[in-house]
Structures are given as C-alpha cells and as structure tokens.
C-alpha cells in the first residue's frame, strides 16, 4: 500500500516540500491604445463643440448687430500744383512729342463713415494714383479705429516731381493738357477694414476704392471727380 501510494504520488508529479512557481497576472496590450483612442475621440467632440458654439455666437452677433459695409470715399481733392511740359520747349509743329513730363502736388481728403453699431478698425493702407494705368504715386493712408455711428476725415497728399510719360501716353497728355485743359487721373485701391465686436475683432475686409477725377493745369483746379466703392471681398 505503502509502494503503490508513493508512486502514485511520484507519477502525478507531487513531491512532498515542492513548490509550484507562482503565475503572474496576464495583461493584454490593447488597454493602452484603447485609452488613447479614447481621448482623440473626446478632444475630436470637444473641438466640435467648440467650433458649433463659435458659429452659434458668430450668427447671434450678425444677427443682434446686423454690420452693414463701411463708406470710405474722396471728399476732396486740392491741387496745389500741376505742370506738363515737353523735353523741349520749342518742338517741331505737328510732331508729337517723345515725351512729357508730368509734375504735381495735390491734397486729398477723404471720409470714411461708420455706419454700425460697433467700431471698425482700418488698417494701414496705399492708394495708387495713375495716368493711363501707370502709377504716378502713392496716397498713404495711415491705420485708425473709427467708433460706432461716427464720420472721420483723412488727409494725404501726393507730390509728382517730373514723371517722365513716354511716347502715346506723352502725347494724350500733352493734347489734353494744352487743347482741352484737363488731365485725367485715377486713384485706386484696397483699405483693409475689421469690425470689433466685445473686443474681438472679425476676419478682414477689404473695400475697393475706385475714383476718376480731372484737373485743370491753367485753372490749378479740379474739374470733375466721380467714386464708388466696388464691393467688399473677404
């Protein structure tokens, strides 16, 4: 009894004072990117949800403010100086001239109305003036904030010392200035503008300036002016 029990105990594996290893917990290795897909999933939900609140107060404010677009528009131009002349000052009858050379100075003014119940902030900007499509010079604008319901007036000037106009173009301002008294002029560009709601302020806009205007070179007035603002594009 005694044999037949120590080898069934030797054949099950038991030995007496034995120790079994001890087994570690298993765990699996999809706890970690489970938890980090986790948080994408609520970061994603939160973005959302930001981004739905954001457009929920952007609809609120256009709709409680309503913004209409601003007015920015030449008042006024001053001339205090305009001459053409030829390189020579006794050219050929009936020859056109090669060139002409252009020189001015003159004052614009312009206004810019607020029309909102909110401010707007203007950026800083450069007008082109131009004869023919060629640029003359440049009416700096500087940046300002204008605040609701209110009209502001500008100052700038623009000085033309001996602008040399080739060939055709010669020739159109020679004739316009000498037959007809009168020289045309463009003056072109965009003037950035935001409008400030509760401190923030909205995407930019841009309003197109766009004036034609005349000037008398015997008279040292100006003759016509006609503005418009084409639109505004964000």
């Known amino acids: 009894m005694t044999t037949r029990s120590n080898g069934e105990h030797h054949g099950n594996g038991y030995h007496p004072g034995s120790t079994y290893p001890q087994r570690r917990p298993h765990y699996g290795y999809g706890g970690g990117s489970a938890s980090f897909r986790g948080c994408c999933c609520c970061l ?17 404010v256009v709709l409680v403010v309503k913004p209409r677009k601003p007015q920015f528009d030449l008042n006024q131009v001053s001339v205090q100086y305009l001459l053409v002349a030829t390189p020579s000052s006794t050219p050929a009858p ?3 001239p090669g060139a002409a050379y252009l020189s001015l100075n003159i ?45 502001r007036m500008l100052q700038t000037r623009v000085s033309v010392d001996r602008f040399n106009v080739l060939q055709a173009d010669a020739q159109d301002l020679v004739r316009d200035a000498v037959m ?44 016509y002016k006609q503005c418009g603002v084409d639109g505004l594009s964000v």
Do not use: W
């Not at 994603?44 to 609120?60: D, G, S």
């Not at 930019?204 to 008398?216: E, G």
């Open 44 to 60: 994603f939900l939160l973005l959302v949800f930001l981004a739905l609140l954001a457009l929920a107060v952007a609809l609120v």
């Open 180 to 223: 007809y008294d009168r020289v045309d002029l463009r003056i072109t560009g965009d003037v950035g503008a935001k409008i400030l709601v509760l401190g923030f302020s909205s995407p930019k806009v841009q309003v197109s300036v766009d004036c034609a205007i005349s000037i008398s070179p015997r008279s040292q007035a100006l003759k």
């Open 107 to 151: 004052t614009l003014l312009f206004t810019a109305v607020n029309p909102n119940k909110v401010g707007i902030r203007y950026g800083a900007t450069a007008l082109d003036v131009m004869y023919h499509g060629v640029p003359l010079g440049v009416a700096a604008v500087p940046g300002f904030e204008q605040p609701a319901h209110s009209t």
């Open 94 to 96: 009936g020859a056109p």
